[in-house]
């Protein structure tokens, strides 16, 4: 330490002060609200590889930002210059009173993903990041910080297992053995050479197919290969316009995402709940009827996502979506009504998809 209290330049800690302050910087990521933190270097391994098969499938489907940036997103030198370590941090965001197996076994409600409920974890995470960051460039002279949650071209579960926080499952989630998968990623690229954690070098799924057995649409290719193509969060989030009518009705009542293949995993009787008030569910989203979603206008849809990452899909899409749960629940008055009230939206996608609802309740002719 010098006589101010401060480290040395990066490139001139000792082994001890390097281990010193990662001590430190663990210390203050728990203060912080995260669960666990882990450090790994510049090196992706054989995830590079994996990415560009998946992409060269096709399975990336109308995500082409998965394929634009190239290398960057398997080498964070490239993203980040100077970058020698990547510190990957999880925090976990599952609500102690959600009710997720009783939603989706009422069709008459709509079913969200559990991770977006609450505030939007963007800008949460983020923010802390930020801090962390901010206590380590006090602490350090000379440090570049650069925090990411979701936001660039970072293979984040990648980093997460070559950082010790988990393996990639079947699923194609990252697991942890003490805390399941129901957690947020983010990281910070950093030039500081702290010492690195020991990596997830096995999956430990055994011989469980769980996941790869619910998935409602069978998006699964096999073991660790997902078609996003048919995947529900892909199909309710990213894909913007029309749903193949194949798919639709296996989708129910899942109008924002999907959990199926983390509800059903053996390793989520571990997950941890949260005591992050701003992850709690609100607007009463966790329970809310899809008649009523349906017949919100737009400045009612605005008021209760703000904040929620759930607006980045737009008004038009949020109606397509549950237009398509709607084409799913129990024929009835109240479903046929809310249908024809939207009947004619100023939207070719929004109308396609409520004649599809209406004719599966036999409302209009085929």
């Known amino acids: 330490m010098s006589s101010h209290g401060r480290s040395n330049l990066p490139q001139q800690l ?16 728990t203060e912080l609200g995260f669960q666990q933190l882990g450090i790994t270097g510049v090196d992706l391994g054989e995830h590079e590889a994996y990415l560009q098969k998946w992409l060269d499938a096709g399975y990336h489907g109308s995500m082409g930002y998965m394929a634009r940036h190239g290398s960057k997103r398997a080498r964070p030198q490239e993203l980040v210059p100077g970058t020698l370590r990547v510190i990957s941090l999880r925090m976990d965001y599952l609500d102690p009173d959600t009710q997720a197996l009783e939603i989706l076994a009422a069709p008459q409600k709509a079913y969200i993903s559990r991770y977006t409920l609450g505030r939007d974890y963007h800008k949460l995470i ?5 801090q962390l960051a901010e206590r380590i460039e006090a602490e350090v002279d000379g440090g570049d910080y650069r925090a990411f949650v979701d936001s660039a ?11 010790g926080l988990g ?3 079947k699923n194609t ?7 399941g998968s129901w957690f947020f990623l983010g990281e910070i690229f950093t030039n500081l050479p702290l010492p690195l954690d020991q990596p ?4 430990h799924c055994g011989t469980c197919t769980a996941c790869l057995d619910i998935c409602p649409t069978a998006a699964f290719t096999g073991p660790f290969q997902l078609d996003a193509r048919k995947c529900i969060s892909y199909l309710t989030i990213e894909h913007h316009g029309s749903i193949d009518p194949v798919l639709r009705p296996l989708m129910g009542n ?3 995402g999907c959990d199926d293949c983390q509800l059903c995993c053996p390793w989520n009787k571990f997950a941890q709940a949260t005591d992050e008030g701003d992850f709690r569910p609100r607007h009463g989203l966790a329970d809310a009827e899809l008649v009523e979603l349906l017949l919100w206008d737009e400045e009612m849809f605005l008021a209760k996502t703000s904040g929620s990452a759930i607006r980045r899909i737009g008004y038009e899409r949020w109606l397509r979506n549950v237009a398509v749960a709607l084409g799913n629940a129990p024929s009835s008055d109240a479903v046929i009504n809310a249908l024809l009230q939207r009947r004619h939206y100023p939207s070719p996608l929004v109308q ?3 004649a599809w609802a209406l004719q599966r309740h036999g409302a209009i002719p085929v």
């Open 14 to 29: 000792t082994l001890q002060e390097q281990t010193a302050l990662l001590q430190k910087i663990r210390g203050w990521a």
């Open 126 to 130: 983020r923010k802390r990041l930020s």
């Open 153 to 163: 071209p970072v293979l984040e579960r990648a980093v997460a297992e070559r950082a």
């Open 167 to 169: 393996w990639i499952a």
């Open 173 to 179: 989630m990252l697991i942890n053995a003490e805390a």
């Open 200 to 203: 997830y070098t096995s999956k």
């Open 254 to 256: 899942r109008i924002f």
């Open 352 to 354: 396609e998809h409520v």
